[in-house]
């Protein structure tokens, strides 16, 4: 599944941040979790609306977008 089917970007919810189509959990929200330590299994008992492909999808964007950036070490 392509992230692009489950994540959006609207101005009018979040102010923009990508989020999980038909909720306000956004990306970075989910991404957070799973930090924390959160299994798959807790964010859906806890969020009943989202499914695993909705955070398969974040992880998916969240590596799409890092894939892109560059970090160049600072010279003191």
């Known amino acids: ?3 692009k089917e489950c994540i959006i970007i609207d101005s ?3 102010t923009g941040k990508p989020v999980v189509r ?3 959990l956004a990306v ?3 991404v957070g979790l799973l930090a924390q330590g959160w299994s798959e ?3 859906l008992q806890n969020y ?10 974040c992880l998916s964007y969240a590596r799409e ?7 160049y070490p600072m010279t003191v």
């Open 12 to 14: 009018e919810i979040l």
């Open 28 to 30: 970075e929200f989910i």
């Open 41 to 43: 299994t807790d964010i």
């Open 65 to 71: 977008i890092l894939q892109d950036e560059h970090v």
């Open 1 to 3: 599944m392509d992230w």
């Open 22 to 24: 038909g909720t306000r």
């Open 48 to 57: 009943p609306g989202l499914t695993r492909e909705d955070i398969l999808a």
